[in-house]
């Protein structure tokens, strides 16, 4: 597959979330546990705090059941979180936007301590993200832009660097599902599940249906819709059976379409990095890695 000659950010942005998520996720378990906040709502954050529905959910999020979202939207209604609306919408109540800023701000606040990285260092890092981010929401399209623009934002000017620094890579992450979505959505549709089971015979997670349920157990589907799924994989000439009972593989036709999928997503992602010069990409690079390393280390110390 041909390498995007920008690809290593992606990964080393990905890892630097890892480490963010790592570090504050109990934080905001425990908040959200000792002040009676469904963490569901946190969770739902990337995906907008104004309104909910399944069929924008399914936007950003076309891979789980969308049961599940139905199954939470009533739970959430029943205890104030939300009010239903007239077709299928809910709207997301003041109290719960509070609440979720609330146990965000408790796994925000060992970030504080932090200093493994110069403030000059951090700051530079911002600058140059901002810039990006801003990039991103002026670029036109493709790729269609959804979840840059709902997701919900908590760090603003006045937060320290390294929140700030965190938004943003947020903020590509968003772009980053926004540029997949829309070179991935016009071969799977609505089949989301479909596009589940070609990416897990890609990276040899999981080759049976059984499996398959196993590891992606949050996504809400059981052995039997997996099973389905990948019948209809076969059925599109995407994968067949190997010699190993109940297993399965791509076909060539599904490993060049997953590539050519990869390959634009890329495309859509990083077009917007033009606004940087490959100076300026470089000295990104080495902020992120700085960046990464610290956090590994302030994970170690803390823990």
């Known amino acids: ?102 146990i965000i701000q408790a796994g925000d606040a060992q970030f504080a301590d932090f200093a493994l990285m110069s403030a000059e260092d951090m700051e530079r890092l911002v600058v140059l993200l901002k810039r990006i981010a801003r990039e991103n929401e002026l670029a036109p399209e493709p790729p269609q832009k959804w979840a840059i623009f709902k997701r919900f934002r908590t760090a603003h000017a006045q937060s320290p660097w390294i929140l700030q620094a965190r938004e943003y890579l947020m903020d590509l992450f968003a772009y980053r599902d926004d540029s997949h979505l829309t070179a991935a959505r016009p071969h799977f549709g609505e089949g989301g599940i479909v596009w589940l089971v070609l990416g897990s015979l890609w990276n040899g997670q999981a ?69 940087l010069t490959p100076s300026e990409l470089e000295e990104l690079y080495n902020l992120l890695i700085k960046l990464r390393d610290g956090l590994q280390t302030f994970r170690k110390q803390i823990t």
């Open 1 to 102: 597959m041909e390498i995007h000659p920008l690809s290593k950010f992606w990964s080393l942005i990905y890892s630097i979330l890892s480490e963010f998520w790592a570090l504050s996720m109990s934080k905001v378990e425990d908040a959200a546990i000792q002040n009676d906040v469904p963490i569901e709502l946190y969770l739902y954050s990337e995906l907008g705090l104004e309104y909910f529905s399944t069929e924008d959910f399914r936007r950003r999020d076309p891979f789980s059941n969308p049961e599940i979202f139905e199954r939470q939207f009533a739970r959430l209604d029943v205890k104030g979180w939300i009010e239903p609306l007239p077709g299928g919408k809910y709207r997301v109540t003041e109290k719960a936007r509070h609440a979720v800023r609330q």
């Open 207 to 275: 080759l049976t249906a059984q499996r398959m349920a196993e590891i992606m157990e949050n996504r809400g589907y059981d052995v039997e819709e997996f099973e389905v799924a990948l019948q209809a994989a076969v059925e599109l000439g995407w994968a067949e059976s190997s010699e190993a009972p109940q297993e399965f593989r791509l076909t060539l036709k599904g490993k060049e379409l997953w590539e050519e999928v990869e390959k634009l997503t890329n495309e859509y992602f990083f077009r917007p990095w033009s606004v």
